[in-house]
């Protein structure tokens, strides 16, 4: 009689809950379940605060011994730090607000750790990602989360068919709510542990501490959008747009940064909120990406330009002669930031995205 073949599934297990219960859920259905905890930051932000790399590996050994799975650690660091760290302060030194995230799942967890796991011997490999993924016709496509609060498929535009095609994510159709009463039914040991903040396997930062251990201060004016001067700051870098921020000038409406003028080192800024000097008609992004299918100059979509904005209504209007692809909002948008991350959705469907390049305050 054959023997029937088991697929073997590598789990990212971070010693959080999502991802011990993503593998709870695989091992359940039956696949041959191997957890997999990737080291790539072993160094304390503070001198106070160790690094919390031991004990999410003691917490992801408990978990396999839970599950009764096996679990071993691999070492990324060096690939994550040129990959995903020495990018992130590169962007901020050229005046961008970069999102590590989406470029460690790019580089680091669906690139160089997928090509790791299908090397060892895994048919595919998951994660505790608050996405799904739906096979058609042939075509992998990306889909939201069914958790509005939690879905997470806005750090996963940079990925293709390739990557989906060999990708789990067991939890896009729950809740974090029913994922916490999962996990206690599973009787896991991260069941009630806090979920994890601030840049991927890095932690909870405060940035511009962060950055100051690479990038100098330099002093500069900071200039209201008519050119009077209102005070001063210590680095562009330091700085993002939209940022509220109490420059100089005493009066009772704050200051928000419109852009970042790196030639002459100056932050231009606009008293109020709503100052219009803060709201862009599109953008342009360098690029582009598409999960699958490809969108049509004219097409109707919505986009989020960060993570946990409502969608909003756009159109794709294809790219320009310089390669950039454009995007035009049915509503101006505040604050366009520079090397955040565009995302393109039709429905639940992820289309794909693409990095903003600079926001267009004009109709087009």
């Not at 989406?102 to 669906?110: A, D, G, M, P, S």
């Not at 035009?328 to 289309?351: M, N």
Request: hydrophobic content about 40%; aromatic content about 10%; overall charge positive.
């Amino acid at each position: 009689m054959k023997t029937k073949h088991i697929p073997t599934v590598y789990v990212m297990l971070s010693g959080g809950v999502d991802s011990a219960v993503a593998a709870a859920l695989l091992v359940k259905e039956g696949y041959a379940v191997r957890g997999i905890f990737m080291v790539n930051w072993t160094i304390p932000l503070r001198q106070d605060a160790p690094c919390t790399w031991e004990q999410d590996w003691r917490d992801v050994q408990a978990v396999g011994n839970a599950l009764k799975i096996p679990v071993e650690k691999v070492n990324f660091e060096a690939e994550y730090h040129a990959l995903v760290i020495d990018i992130f302060f590169q962007e901020y030194a050229r005046g961008r607000t970069p999102n590590p995230d989406v470029l460690c799942n790019q580089e680091i967890k669906f690139g160089l750790f997928l090509n790791w796991a299908r090397k060892a011997g895994a048919h595919s490999v998951a994660s505790g990602h608050y996405a799904r993924i739906v096979h058609s016709d042939g075509l992998s496509q990306l889909e939201k989360g069914v958790d509005p609060t939690k879905d997470q498929s806005y750090f996963l535009w940079t990925l293709g068919q390739h990557e989906l095609a060999q990708t789990l994510f067991p939890l896009g159709g729950y809740t974090k709510q029913e994922v916490r009463t999962l996990a206690r039914k599973f009787d896991l040991p991260v069941a009630d542990k806090p979920d994890s903040q601030g840049i991927c396997f890095v932690g909870k930062i405060d940035l511009p501490s962060f950055l100051a251990t690479r990038l100098a201060p330099k002093a500069g004016d900071v200039v209201t959008i008519e050119g009077k001067r209102v005070g001063s700051h210590p680095g562009v870098h330091f700085f993002t747009e939209g940022q509220r921020h109490g420059f100089g000038g005493g009066g009772s409406i704050p200051f928000y940064v419109v852009r970042k003028d790196l030639k002459e080192n100056r932050l231009v800024v606009a008293a109020g909120a709503d100052h219009p000097a803060l709201f862009s008609q599109g953008l342009e992004m360098e690029g582009l990406h598409f999960v699958g299918r490809t969108l049509r100059a004219g097409e109707q979509i919505t986009c989020k330009i960060r993570y946990r904005q409502p969608d909003q209504g756009a159109a794709f209007l294809g790219k320009s002669a310089d390669g950039l692809a454009r995007i035009q909002f049915l509503e101006a948008q505040r604050s366009v930031t520079p090397g955040q991350s565009c995302v393109l959705y039709q429905g639940d469907e992820l289309v794909g995205g693409g990095i903003i390049t600079r926001a267009l305050n004009s109709k087009l």
